[in-house]
């Protein structure tokens, strides 16, 4: 008996099925596959029944996700992350009901450690040996240590910038590291030619359909954690999109089941830099899919993708759930990342403050109301991201030659 509800797998633009038995990446068609759930068999149940509340990570919801046997899964322990009041943040803003969802405290440092742990479990649920991907460094640390955990070979190309602390995590787990003078979309092109000539599964997102499904989870818990009282808004650091289009899958999926109580859910908010901003443009033209984001550049590495190959999803979830998407500035991205320290105590990951920085425009401009409440996604660890502090020189003291400071000039 599986332990999973898992059905098949569909193709969102052309409705095409397949066995999630069988290895697959995308469609024939070119667009990414999907997970489909046999959520009829669920209805009627109450959440405790199909969620394992005796689980502290994200396979408490095992039932909805795809790997269908348990000895597959390949857990670290991830999942089940804090929401935590920013009432000092909140206050500053005009928002008062301010929350951050702190996905910085799972493996690896950072959310991508869910999709990293459902990802490979289904890959080696699927005898999957070796498996290459490109990244901008946080996907990449945490495909490659749950991969050295599930004895799976993988290799990573990621871009000479990435954050040499990502580039260590995968250099130390064994991987196979690989470094681009380019961008994530010119490592692409190398993963590519790794796929067609060696045969490794293609890890890069949305061209396996599991990632998503361990991202869907910080949308499930954020369910939970709020309970009947869902927010107002999400706002989510957007590169690829996999964790809002996620997300926004979980949310259907517990409308579907009868979870949801009401007809509200969150408005859903993209938010991009100004230097690499292909979603916004794309949804202020009310587009559906985007272009090309020539020469993109910004310190927020995560979020640097010039062009999202589910970027058609991202824009329907924005769409369907009447949200938005807002690009920030360099200097608005810096200040909320030193705000949050100062007032909340909380490092976090340049990403994280972007949507920190697009919570306070949002509320000038009025589109988030007086009132209402809000989550931030803080997507990772600050501590992987150092050269976005700088210490200014004038508080440097480096004392006589016995090592001591003179009291008088701390106090001056």
Request: with cysteine; net charge negative.
């Amino acid at each position: 008996m599986s332990y999973s509800s898992i059905s098949h797998l569909f193709c969102p633009k052309c409705n095409s099925t397949y066995d999630d038995h069988k290895v697959n990446q995308l469609c024939s068609c070119g667009s990414p596959l999907l997970v489909e759930y046999d959520l009829d068999s669920l209805k009627g149940k109450e959440r405790n029944e199909v969620i394992d509340t005796e689980r502290h990570d994200l396979w408490r919801y095992h039932q909805l996700l795809p790997v269908r046997e348990p000895e597959h899964v390949v857990s670290l322990g991830e999942g089940l992350t804090p929401v935590i009041p920013m009432g000092s943040m909140g206050e500053k803003m005009g928002i008062p009901q301010l929350f951050m969802k702190d996905e910085g405290m799972v493996p690896t440092g950072s959310f991508k450690a869910r999709g990293a742990a459902v990802g490979v479990s289904k890959a080696k649920e699927l005898g999957i040996k070796a498996l290459a991907m490109p990244t901008n460094g946080n996907a990449g640390a945490a495909w490659s240590l749950y991969s050295a955990r599930a004895g799976i070979d993988s290799y990573i190309i990621m871009p000479v910038d990435a954050p040499p602390i990502t580039r260590k995590e995968v250099a130390i787990s064994g991987s196979h590291l690989y470094l681009v003078n380019g961008l994530i979309s010119d490592a692409g092109k190398i993963v590519g030619e790794l796929v067609k000539e060696r045969g490794f599964y293609d890890a890069s997102t949305l061209k396996e359909p599991y990632r998503i499904e361990g991202k869907k989870t910080m949308g499930y818990e954020l369910l939970e954690q709020f309970d009947n009282n869902i927010p107002d808004v999400i706002l989510y650091p957007t590169g690829g999109g996999v964790g809002l289009i996620g997300i926004y899958k979980a949310i259907k999926e517990w409308q579907e089941l009868g979870w949801i109580k009401g007809d509200k859910i969150p408005r859903l908010v993209a938010v991009q830099a100004e230097g690499c901003a292909p979603i916004v443009k794309a949804w202020e033209e009310r587009k559906t899919e985007s272009v090309f984001w020539e020469n993109s550049e910004t310190a927020a590495f995560g979020i640097n993708v010039p062009k999202a190959i589910g970027d058609f999803l991202v824009l329907d979830a924005i769409y369907k759930t009447d949200g938005c998407a807002i690009a920030v500035s360099e200097d608005e991205i810096k200040q909320a990342h030193s705000d949050v320290a100062h007032l909340e105590g909380t490092f976090i990951c340049p990403e994280g403050a972007a949507t920190f920085a697009a919570a306070k425009t949002l509320r000038e401009k009025n589109w988030i109301k007086e009132g209402e409440s809000v989550v931030c996604l803080n997507t990772g660890q600050g501590i992987k991201y150092p050269e976005m502090v700088e210490i200014d020189p004038t508080v440097l003291e480096k004392g006589d030659s016995a090592g001591k400071i003179d009291v008088s000039t701390v106090l001056k």
